[in-house]
């Protein structure tokens, strides 16, 4: 595992799994490898009541029932869809319900405009095809159906970026649970059909900011339960997801780095105050582009971490938290910058007088990076 860049939910959890995997007695639908009360328990971590000999950590932070109910659909004959703004934890959430159910989280199809039936159903191995003709040995099964094959769940990312030719494709799967290979016909019984086995679902993300861009029809929408993700908004829920992902990103890094509480507190309220004007504002040319998102907030920690990290005094400052901020969440110029100078002074800089601390420091490098960046 420590040689992979970034391991799988079901590499990174195998001891824990193995061991939750040991200790279920509850029932197991279909081939799933735990119990829906397991993976539960490995997704949201173990609570004193649970009367377990180890502590297992929360992977994933959010609302119980929104984790229930996507249990729940998967234990059933239908597909689960996520939705929700970016960033707000649908992918993790998807991976490490597929590690817990099937121990393989791999089986993804990423939704783009250039996706194809192909990249759904199968594809051919054109030398062997030339060599031996078509057969199941030169066939190329897409993830999804290889999820068919081995009752495991498969993924699909960004549903509604794919064309809707490709989402008619899956309404086929998810109602028949088969795909046929009409290339195959004249072979023995069934030979040119894979049949899906018991455990066998897709879970699809998509999100909500992507209406219009491949609109779901009907036909699909009901082949599939929806669990909408919210935004995280409460301040000591998002605290625990930002310091989750900060402290895994040291350890990945061999970092000896302290984040001190008050920095990771000028940075979520920074979010808030941001979000807050989005919230207000008349029209899209006065909110960033930035989605705000707890994910991003991850993402402007990590770059002051390893900007300090490498090129600072081994300590984060508001300085550097302030930079990162700048230069993360400017993506148009110069309106981006306009957005984040007004905020610097209509808000920083007057809470900086009121109640100092890190503030005058975060005031300062965000000035001197919308300076640079002007």
Avoid: C
């Avoid at 009752?151 to 989402?167: M, P």
């Avoid at 992507?210 to 605290?239: C, W």
């Amino acid at each position: 595992m420590s040689e992979l860049l970034r391991a799988p939910a079901e590499i990174k959890y195998a001891e824990e799994l193995d061991w939750l995997e040991s200790i279920d007695d509850g029932p197991k639908p279909f081939s799933w490898r735990l119990s829906p009360k397991m993976v539960r328990l490995f997704v949201l971590g173990s609570e004193r009541s649970d009367g377990l000999d180890r502590e297992v950590a929360q992977k994933w932070f959010g609302d119980r029932s929104f984790v229930e109910r996507s249990i729940v659909t998967l234990a059933s004959d239908r597909g689960l869809l996520l939705i929700g703004d970016p960033g707000t934890g649908k992918s993790w959430l998807a991976e490490l319900l597929s590690a817990a159910i099937s121990r393989n989280s791999t089986l993804v199809v990423q939704g783009t405009a250039g996706t194809t039936e192909d990249h759904i159903k199968y594809s051919w191995n054109v030398s062997m095809v030339i060599a031996k003709g078509q057969s199941r040995e030169s066939m190329i099964p897409s993830p999804i159906m290889t999820a068919m094959e081995s009752g495991s769940i498969g993924r699909f990312e960004e549903l509604t970026r794919s064309t809707s030719d490709v989402q008619d494709a899956l309404i086929s799967i998810l109602s028949e649970k088969y795909i046929s290979v009409p290339e195959l016909a004249g072979g023995g019984d069934d030979d040119n059909i894979v049949f899906a086995k018991p455990g066998f679902s897709v879970i699809a993300t998509a999100n909500s900011r992507d209406r219009g861009v491949n609109d779901l029809s009907s036909a699909l929408k009901r082949r599939f339960n929806f669990v909408r993700i919210p935004v995280v908004t409460n301040k000591r829920s998002e605290t625990e997801i930002v310091r989750f992902r900060t402290e895994e990103l040291l350890r990945r890094h061999s970092i000896d780095l302290e984040v001190p509480p008050t920095l990771l507190d000028v940075l979520l309220q920074s979010f808030a105050d941001l979000r807050q004007s989005a919230a207000a504002a008349g029209s899209d040319d006065e909110k960033l582009e930035s989605a705000l998102s707890t994910a991003e907030q991850i993402g402007v920690l990590e770059d002051a971490v390893l900007h300090s990290n490498f090129f600072g005094e081994s300590a984060l400052t508001a300085r550097t938290l302030a930079s990162s901020l700048v230069g993360s969440l400017t993506r148009r110029e110069p309106e981006d910058l306009a957005i984040l100078n007004k905020y610097l002074h209509g808000v920083v800089e007057p809470r900086s007088k009121e109640q100092g601390g890190s503030w005058p420091e975060f005031l300062e490098g965000g000035r001197d990076a919308i300076a640079t960046l002007s």
